[in-house]
């Protein structure tokens, strides 16, 4: 069972935007998708928690949390396998950690956990809180950005992943992801 939480092998490079909601992560992963010509996995919570939305008006719940990470995997197995050098991670299994243990008071399932934190990448790039929050049916901290951010940061350092900080306007934090990818690129 839990096998399809599980990353298939491969050689290529795998980056993850990482931080809080509305940080930039998607735009950035198109962006970064578009410049590479390969594909990015889109957050897999997204559709799934706006269809519940749409459906039931209900949001996310803790039985929700090991679906979206399955679903996040089988995206990300499906998609790498279409990439070319690099692949260009919305999100992984880590952030879904950092938002159950932030939602349920610390919490979070340990098969979740698991994978987590046995599922590898080249790179985090972590997306500061310096651009405007926009609001949609899912998102709910507007007013807790920065204590997000240093929970996500915090996170990274605690598990010793290797993560740059990206901040300023879109083409910098571009540039600046770009010059970064491109060091493993160059291994």
């Known amino acids: 069972m839990d096998k399809k939480f599980k990353q298939e092998s491969s050689n290529i490079v795998k980056v993850v935007l990482f931080g809080p909601e509305s940080t930039g992560k998607t735009t950035l992963s198109e962006q970064l998708a ?29 039985s929700d949390l090991l679906p979206i990470a399955e679903g996040q995997i ?38 979740l956990e698991k994978y987590a934190l046995e599922n590898t990448y080249n790179l985090y790039l972590l997306t500061y809180i310096d651009i ?5 049916d899912l998102r709910d901290k ?32 571009l540039k600046t992801a770009i010059n970064y990818i ?3 690129l160059e291994k």
């Open 34 to 62: 578009r410049h590479y010509n390969t594909v990015w996995v889109p957050e897999y919570a997204r559709e799934y928690l706006q269809n519940k939305w749409n459906n039931e008006r209900k949001t996310c719940e803790p």
């Open 74 to 111: 089988r995206l990300e197995n499906q998609l790498t396998k279409k990439a070319t050098k690099v692949l260009i991670c919305d999100t992984d299994l880590l952030e879904t950690k950092v938002y159950s243990e932030a939602y349920y008071v610390g919490h979070c399932d340990p098969v």
């Open 132 to 136: 405007p929050w926009e609001e949609d």
């Open 142 to 173: 507007p007013n807790e950005r920065e204590k997000m951010f240093l929970y996500f940061k915090d996170t990274l350092e605690k598990y010793n992943k290797n993560f740059i900080i990206l901040k300023g306007e879109k083409k910098l934090r």
């Open 182 to 184: 491109d060091k493993f």
